[in-house]
C-alpha cells in the first residue's frame, strides 16, 4: 500500500505538469499545472451555478428538480470525460519514466492502478466542484433533505466519476494505439481534442435550446434519462431518497468495471506499453531522387510542425479562430432567427455591421502565434542562428504562420456571418479586409514582442505559452486595441462621421503601424535576435 501511494503521489504531480518529475524547475511546473486545475475548477463552479440555478428556476415549478440534478450530473460526467481523456493518454500509457518504474519491485497492477487513480482524482475534484452549485441549487429551490442530501450527493458524484475516467482510459488506449501507428500523431491528437471539445460545446448549446422542451415534457425527459443514464439515476435516487441500496448499486456498477479494467489493462501493461512506443518501419522503401526546396518552405514546415506538435500552442492560439467559426455556421442556420430577434429589437444593419466587425477584430486578437514563436525555440535556438540562412527568412516564416492560422478562418466566418445577416457584397468584403490587416498588424506585433522579451528558459511549452510576459502582452495588446476601436467609434465619433469614413481611416491608420513594425522587425528585430543566447 506504501507503494502506491509513493506511486500516486507521483502520478498526480506528473499529471499537473503532463511530464516527469525531478529537480528544483519542476516545482514551477506542478505549481503551474495546480493553477490549470484551479481555473479548471474555477470554470466548473461557474459553469455549474449557471445552469444548476437556470434549470432549477425552471424546472422547481412543474416538480422537476431531480430532472436538474440528474441533468447537471450528465454533463459533469461529459466534462470530466473530455478534459481527461487526453490525460490518460499521456499519464498512463506514455511518460518517459517507463522503463525506470518497469525496474522498480513493483506489480505492474500497483503502477497501472496509481496512474489511473491520478486520473481520477483529477475527475473527482472536477466533479465535485460541478456538483456542489448543483446541490445548492436544489436546496434552494425547496429540495429536501438539507445537509444529509448534499452529503449524498457528493457521495454519489464521487463513485459516478469513476465511471468517466473508466471511459477516458478505454478511449486513451484508442487513441494512442491509432496515434502510435499513424505519421503526424501529436496532430491527430489535437485535431480529436478540437472535436471533443465542439462536441462538448454542442452539448451545451443543445442544453440552452432543449430548455422549452424540458419544462413542457418532464416526465419523459425523466424516463429517458433514467433510461439512457441509469447511473445517474441512481445517484439522484440515493441522494434524493436516502435510498442506501441505490448507493451500494451505484458503487458496484462503478468500482467492479474499474478494478476489473485495470486489472485486466496490467495483466498486458508492459506489452502494450512497448507497443505503442514502437515505431513501424517501411519495408518497401526505396532511395529516391530527393527534391530540394527553398529554406523559407523547410522554415515554413518546421514552423507549422511545432505549431501542431504542440497541444498547448495550437489550443491557447487557434481556439478563438474555431470558436468564430463555429459561430459563423450557427449563425448561418439560424439565420430565421436571427433575422426575428433583430426585427424585434428594432436594430438596422447601420448598427448590427460594426458590432459585428467589432466581435470579429476581437476574436482575431486571441491568435498570435509570433508572441512566443522566438521563446519556444528554447535550446535549439543556436542551429537557427547556424543555420545558413537568412533572419528575415526566419520572421517571415513565423509570420506566415501566423497568419495561416488566422486569415483563411477569419475570412470564412466573415463570409458565413454577412450571408446570416444578410449583408451586402462590399460589407461582406469589409468584413474580411479588415481583420486580415488586422492579423498581420497581430503577427508581427507578436513577433516585436517577443523578441524584446524572449523567455528561453522556459522548461515546458505550458510555462512558454501561459506565463511568458511576452504571450500576455502580444494577446492582451490587441485585444485592448480592438475594445479601444470599438469604444472610440460608439462613445466618440458615431454621431460626427459615417461608419465607412472611420472604416477607410482604420484601415489605413493600421497599413501604416504594420509599415513602421515591419521596419523595427528589419533592422532592430534582426539585432535582438542575432544577439539572443
Not at 518529475?21 to 455549474?48: D, F, W
Not at 466533479?127 to 429536501?144: N, R, W
Amino acid at each position: 500500500m506504501k507503494k502506491f501511494w509513493t506511486l500516486l503521489k507521483l502520478d498526480f504531480k506528473a499529471l499537473l505538469m503532463n511530464s516527469n518529475m525531478g529537480g528544483r524547475r519542476n516545482k514551477r511546473r506542478a505549481a503551474t499545472g495546480l493553477g490549470a486545475l484551479i481555473l479548471i475548477c474555477a470554470v466548473m463552479l461557474y459553469i455549474s451555478g449557471i445552469y444548476s440555478f437556470m434549470f432549477a428556476q425552471v424546472l422547481s415549478p412543474v416538480g422537476g428538480l431531480d430532472i436538474m440534478l440528474m441533468l447537471m450530473a450528465t454533463l459533469g460526467a461529459v466534462m470530466m470525460f473530455v478534459f481527461t481523456v487526453f490525460s490518460a493518454q499521456g499519464v498512463v500509457f506514455g511518460g518517459k519514466d517507463k522503463d525506470l518504474i518497469f525496474s522498480l519491485p513493483v506489480n505492474a497492477f500497483t503502477v497501472m492502478l496509481s496512474r489511473v487513480f491520478a486520473v481520477y482524482l483529477e475527475n473527482l475534484v472536477i466533479g465535485l466542484f460541478l456538483a456542489v452549485p448543483a446541490g445548492i441549487a436544489y436546496l434552494v429551490y425547496g429540495g429536501a433533505g438539507g445537509v444529509g442530501f448534499l452529503l449524498m450527493f457528493l457521495v454519489g458524484m464521487a463513485f459516478l466519476a469513476l465511471l468517466p475516467t473508466l471511459l477516458s482510459l478505454i478511449v486513451g488506449f484508442v487513441i494512442s494505439l491509432i496515434s502510435s501507428r499513424m505519421p503526424k500523431k501529436k496532430l491527430i491528437s489535437n485535431i480529436l481534442y478540437f472535436v471533443a471539445l465542439a462536441l462538448l460545446m454542442v452539448f451545451a448549446f443543445s442544453l440552452n435550446a432543449q430548455m422549452t422542451g424540458i419544462t413542457q415534457n418532464p416526465e419523459g425527459i425523466r424516463l429517458a434519462l433514467q433510461q439512457y443514464v441509469f447511473p445517474v439515476a441512481l445517484m439522484q435516487q440515493a441522494a434524493c431518497n436516502t435510498d442506501l441500496l441505490a448507493l451500494l448499486v451505484l458503487i458496484a456498477i462503478s468500482v467492479l468495471p474499474f478494478v476489473a479494467l485495470v486489472y485486466l489493462f496490467s495483466r498486458c501493461y508492459k506489452k502494450v506499453i512497448t507497443g505503442l512506443g514502437s515505431h513501424q518501419l517501411r519495408r518497401d522503401y526505396k532511395l529516391r531522387e530527393v527534391a530540394a526546396g527553398s529554406a523559407f518552405g523547410a522554415l515554413l514546415k518546421k514552423e507549422f510542425s511545432r505549431y501542431t506538435g504542440s497541444s498547448i500552442y495550437l489550443m491557447n492560439t487557434a481556439f478563438g479562430i474555431v470558436l468564430m467559426l463555429g459561430g459563423g455556421i450557427y449563425c448561418l442556420f439560424a439565420s430565421g432567427q436571427i433575422g426575428d430577434m433583430i426585427a424585434q429589437i428594432g436594430l438596422d444593419t447601420q448598427v448590427i455591421f460594426p458590432m459585428v466587425l467589432a466581435v470579429i477584430l476581437f476574436m482575431v486578437s486571441t491568435c498570435c502565434t509570433t508572441d512566443v514563436s522566438i521563446s519556444l525555440e528554447g535550446k535549439t535556438l543556436w542551429i537557427l542562428k547556424e543555420a545558413p540562412i537568412d533572419t528575415m527568412e526566419l520572421f517571415k516564416a513565423k509570420i506566415l504562420l501566423n497568419l495561416l492560422v488566422a486569415v483563411p478562418g477569419t475570412a470564412l466566418s466573415a463570409l458565413l456571418i454577412g450571408l446570416a445577416f444578410h449583408f451586402t457584397a462590399v460589407q461582406i468584403l469589409m468584413l474580411i479586409l479588415l481583420p486580415a490587416l488586422f492579423s498581420v498588424l497581430v503577427a508581427v506585433f507578436g513577433l516585436m514582442v517577443n523578441l524584446y522579451l524572449p523567455k528561453l528558459d522556459g522548461t515546458s511549452d505550458a510555462i512558454i505559452v501561459k506565463q511568458s510576459m511576452s504571450a500576455f502582452i502580444g494577446i492582451f495588446g490587441p485585444m485592448l486595441l480592438a475594445i479601444g476601436l470599438g469604444l472610440l467609434y460608439a462613445f466618440a465619433l458615431s454621431a460626427v462621421m459615417p461608419f465607412e469614413s472611420f472604416y477607410t481611416i482604420c484601415c489605413g491608420v493600421l497599413a501604416l503601424a504594420i509599415a513602421a513594425l515591419w521596419g523595427w522587425v528589419r533592422k532592430r528585430g534582426v539585432k535582438l535576435f542575432l544577439a539572443l543566447n
